[in-house]
């Protein structure tokens, strides 16, 4: 029953034992992302903010909760970017969701792709580079969401990384001994504003992914659910299932990684503050390198 209207629920909260029927947990979670978004200050007044989407039901979600908070505050300006990558049989499903989405609440949507910045499609450059599709895909495509985003006059760049997306990057990097790349998580990223560099924002940072799937859900976002063709490969997956076992076994681990990550990150931050941004010598785009890793990437294509 629905701990509010005692109608059928939909769904039983990760981290409590709360179960709410579909209009209750609609309202819960917008509260919870509004919520968010004043508790970590991730919006400030006349920001524009420009909102990576790739069609898939996590971006929708922040697109929508965003969008509607415009409604009320007006000063508030929303536009959607995409990168399509070109990957075939995936892509091209989430971008028609994305442009149904943007027609219907009447969000501007620019889309970019690798083929025309880059010469070449994902699909095309795992074949030639022989590289994991997801350092590729991950490295060109933050590039492109900074320096499309930044062009089109962003304050500060939205993503829909929710508390399991969260919750993996935390122990992906534990694992591979990297706290520096952990100093750059947390609801706002990056460990100091630099130049060129648009400052990225988790509105769904204390939100699950199931909270976020069944929000998406719902609202009936996604025509069908398509998942990448090079996910089964990754770590990330792994360390996913993981968690969600753990999870099972031990309800509540998840929040209790991300919020004890909290109290830490302030002395994360504060250890690696002194990493110095460079600008890359061949596309002058912010890197912690002399030539960035996307350029490095383009040149091993030619
Ligand atoms: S699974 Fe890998 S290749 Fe596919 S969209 Fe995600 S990062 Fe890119
Ligand atoms: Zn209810
Ligand atoms: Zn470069």
Not at 31 to 44: A, P, Q
Not at 202 to 217: N, S, V
């Amino acid at each position: 029953m629905c701990k509010f209207c005692k109608t059928n629920p939909v769904i039983t909260l990760t981290n409590s034992n709360i179960s709410l029927c579909s209009s209750c947990f609609i309202k819960y979670f917008e509260k919870k992302v509004f919520r968010t978004i004043r508790k970590f200050k991730l919006l400030d007044k006349g920001d524009t903010i420009v909102v990576g989407v790739s069609g898939g039901k996590d971006s929708l979600t922040i697109l929508n909760i965003l969008a509607k908070l415009a409604e009320t505050k007006r000063d508030l300006k929303i536009k959607a970017v995409l990168i399509d990558e070109g990957i075939k049989n995936y892509r091209s499903i989430t971008i028609k969701d994305a442009q149904k989405f943007c027609k219907e609440k009447k969000i501007q949507l620019y889309i970019y792709s690798f083929k025309k910045e880059f010469g070449y499609t994902l699909d095309e450059m795992v074949k030639k580079l022989k590289l994991n599709p997801c350092i590729i895909c991950g490295i060109l495509r933050r590039y492109l969401l900074n320096k499309k985003s930044r062009l089109l006059g962003a304050k500060k760049l939205a993503t829909g990384h929710h508390l399991d997306d969260e919750a993996q990057s935390i122990l992906m990097n534990q694992f591979k001994n990297n706290l520096e790349l952990s100093a750059r998580l947390g609801p706002i990223t990056g460990v100091a504003r630099f130049k060129n560099f648009i400052p990225r924002i988790k509105p769904l940072y204390l939100l699950t992914e199931k909270e976020t799937a069944t929000y998406a859900f719902l609202k009936k976002f996604n025509h069908k659910y398509v998942e990448c063709p090079y996910s089964q490969d990754c770590f990330r997956n792994d360390i996913r299932d993981f968690l969600n076992d753990f999870e099972n076994n031990y309800p509540g681990s998840k929040h209790g990684l991300i919020f004890s990550f909290l109290s830490v990150l302030p002395l994360l931050k504060e250890k690696y503050k002194e990493e110095k941004v460079r600008y890359c010598k061949s596309c002058k785009e912010p890197c912690a390198k002399e030539i960035c890793n996307a350029c490095e990437i383009i040149k091993k294509l030619k």
